[in-house]
């Protein structure tokens, strides 16, 4: 018996977020990860100083980066997608690499992380800025 499987169909995800957008959003991020950091100084140094380095690698590529927002203007959008990857990964994988990883600060940290693949998958890094 032959079964004749249709493999012209492709889905594709709707890309929502225009480079404005998602400036807004990494500005919002790094205020979050700044405000995470400066409340847990006090309490938790290593998952402050996570935050810190998280904030501040998002607000440097928001600055450096050619969409509505961008000071430098020396980073293309597209490029920022790397960027933003790597910073997603950083905020996944530094509460364990911080040796905090089963602290109740680290699931800040993972959820942000989650968040943010959301946010680069829905995306459209081909428009303009």
Partial sequence: MTTNIDTTHEQTLTKTISPAQHAVLDYGVAASFFALGTMMLPRHRPAAALALANGAMVLAMSLLTDYPGGVFRVLSFRAHRTGDVIQAA???????????????????????????????????????A
């Fill in 90 to 128: 950083l905020a996944g994988f530094g509460p364990v690499l911080c040796g905090f990883g089963h602290d109740p600060e680290a699931n800040y940290f993972y959820g942000q992380a989650v968040s943010e693949a959301g946010v680069i998958a829905a995306t459209d890094w081909d428009a303009t």
